[in-house]
Each structure stands twice: as C-alpha cells, then as structure tokens.
C-alpha cells in the first residue's frame, strides 16, 4: 500500500464519524437529588441573632448582671454570675421590655432597668 491509499482509507473510515451527533455528555457522581423540588419551595431560612454587645453592669443593690445584647434588638442574654446559664429575655419588637419567667428589663448596653423574680426593680449601669 502506498501512502495515499492509506490516506484515503482513513478518510473513508473517518468520514462516516463526521456525521454522528457531536453534543457533549455531561457525566455526573452525583445521583439526582430526590428532595430537590421540596427544597425550592421551602421558605429561606432564618439566621438567629448574633451577639451586639457583652456588657457587666452594676446593679443599686451593688450585684453584677452579663448582659448579651443581641442584634435585632428584640433579644438578651442574662446571666447572674458570670458563668451561670443564661436567661433568655425576649420582646415582640424593638423597644419593648424584654421578658422571661418573671425577669423584665429595658435599656441600652450602658444602662438598663431590670426586674429579677424576688427583688424589686432597680437600675444597673456600665
């Protein structure tokens, strides 16, 4: 065989490929996630608060508060010692007195007026 007849024997077996759909497949590990369509309806998900302030504050009685002031401004934190569980105080909206079993305060991180189960309520400042 010559070098053209070998050539033109390769053309011949080539050009019938030529021809054949050239769409790229698209291979994937990856199954189809089932819950794909539930997972576009669902509504998005709310992040919680993140702490806006950490502040202790001396009360009239002359005791300490650990106070987390929560973005949204809607949220505290509450400690009574400084490693003691948190109380969590909530509002219906910003502004409003914050509360939980018995405890209510208002405020601002650098002074706040609060209200503990048993004792009357007092002022405490930064």
């Known amino acids: 065989m010559t070098k053209n007849t ?39 998900v709310a992040l919680p608060p993140s702490i806006k302030a950490t502040v202790t504050l001396r009360c009239k009685d002359n005791s300490l508060v650990y106070i987390d002031f929560l973005s949204g401004d809607k949220m505290a934190n509450l400690r009574t010692e400084k490693e003691g569980a948190a109380v969590v105080l909530t509002a219906p909206a910003a502004g409003e007195p914050m509360i939980a079993d018995g405890y209510s305060m208002t405020g601002t991180p650098k002074s706040v007026t609060l209200t503990q189960p048993g004792k009357p309520s007092q002022t405490c400042k930064a």
């Open 6 to 44: 070998l050539i033109a024997a390769a053309a011949l077996l080539v050009l019938p490929l030529a021809a054949c759909d050239q769409k790229a497949e698209n291979i994937s590990a990856q199954a189809p996630d089932p819950q794909a369509a539930e997972l576009a309806k669902a509504p998005p």
